[in-house]
């Protein structure tokens, strides 16, 4: 049963702790303004930064209670006046979408600028729309505008099964890369190498560093895609060839449970490498890092790579890899959130409608 107008179901964080603490409130919904849409959410896509949200262990989030939720799909069901999509043709009702925010999308209804909204394209379910934003923005830029890949190159994809991972190594393969993944499932591994065509992936659980080092031998890796942190980055940098990068994107070690350990956080922050410029010079490497919702200057180069990933997906040269949905409740999020804990996932998970 939907609420009245004017108002929403949202799922909310009102206090910090494992998935149970989310609570299902009605909140209001304000009217779209001029530039602004009106979207009945089908389907809200979940990050491992949405868990970390919950936890407390992330920094940018608005002051509690609020929804978290990057990337959704659904259907425009109101529009503010004098507002046209970025192609110049007007927004109607009906129409189909999919929308980047800050936080907010696990909700049933979200008012969103117009610059936050994209034309879903008609081959493109719900559920892989709202799949597909946040990994394929994310793994673009740490490729292409941080590591700067070039054809020939070896890429190294730690949590190569998640979300983040899986469309990394397609973009690195579509790029002519030589991929190595990590994952911690046999399943996920066989999916990295037999579906997506890594040349290797490797048990994260086990000594892959050695496993790397065995099939590169002495030239080493290019670049090394790492969400991770702790012992893995240390991994990471002795396995850099001369001009060889990495890409840091998350911190997935301070948290390997339901819920806000500080002491194995700070065992995994003391864990990290700490890289001082001069250390960089003699091997010759290079040390990036990316946060998605930090990039606000460069929300256009953002923007413009939107419809090209959603169209690729369409045509089926790019995979929106969805493990599984749930339900877009608060039942729903507590027991998606528990499966992406148990890392069960392999690609996405989506809160659906």
């Known amino acids: ?133 946040v990994v394929f923005l994310t793994a673009h830029v740490c490729l292409f505008e941080s590591a700067r890949v070039r054809p020939g190159e070896t890429a190294l994809i730690l949590g190569a099964g998640g979300g983040v991972g899986t469309a990394a190594v397609q973009l690195a393969r579509q790029a002519g890369l030589q991929v190595i993944g990590t994952a911690g499932t046999q399943r996920k591994r066989s999916f990295v190498t037999g579906t997506l065509g890594a040349a290797a992936c490797f048990d994260s659980r086990g000594d892959w560093e050695l496993d790397v080092q065995e099939l590169v031998g002495n030239r080493g890796i290019d670049v090394a895609l790492d969400p991770v942190g702790g012992a893995a980055t240390a991994s990471c940098r002795r396995l850099l060839a001369p001009l060889g990068r990495i890409v840091f994107y998350g911190f997935s070690e301070a948290m390997p449970g339901s819920s806000r350990n500080w002491l194995r956080a700070a065992r995994a922050w003391l864990a990290t490498p700490r890289f001082h410029p001069l250390s960089l010079i003699q091997p010759g490497i290079g040390i990036a890092g990316v946060h998605l919702l930090h990039l606000h200057e460069q929300e256009e180069l953002l923007r413009s790579h939107i419809g090209r990933i959603l169209g690729s997906i369409e045509a089926g040269d790019l995979q929106a890899v969805v493990d599984r949905s749930f339900p877009l409740t608060r039942d729903g999020a507590v027991e998606a959130h528990r499966y992406i804990h148990e890392r069960r996932n392999l690609g996405k998970v989506v809160l659906a409608v």
């Open 1 to 133: 049963m939907r609420p009245p107008a004017g108002s929403t179901r949202a799922i909310r964080i009102e206090k910090h702790g494992p998935p149970e603490t989310f609570v299902e409130r009605e909140i209001p919904l304000p009217a779209p303004q001029p530039g602004e849409l009106a979207i009945r959410v089908e389907a809200a896509g979940i990050n491992f930064a949405d868990l970390l949200m919950r936890a407390g262990l992330y920094d940018t989030v608005p002051p509690r209670p609020y929804s978290p939720g990057f990337e959704i799909a659904g259907i425009v069901s109101a529009v503010g006046q004098a507002t046209e999509a970025a192609d110049g043709e007007p927004w109607r009702e009906g129409d189909p979408c999919v929308a980047l925010l800050r936080h907010g999308g696990y909700a049933c209804d979200v008012v969103l600028p117009t610059r936050n909204v994209f034309r879903r394209p008609p081959g493109l379910s719900a559920i892989e729309a709202a799949a597909a934003p």
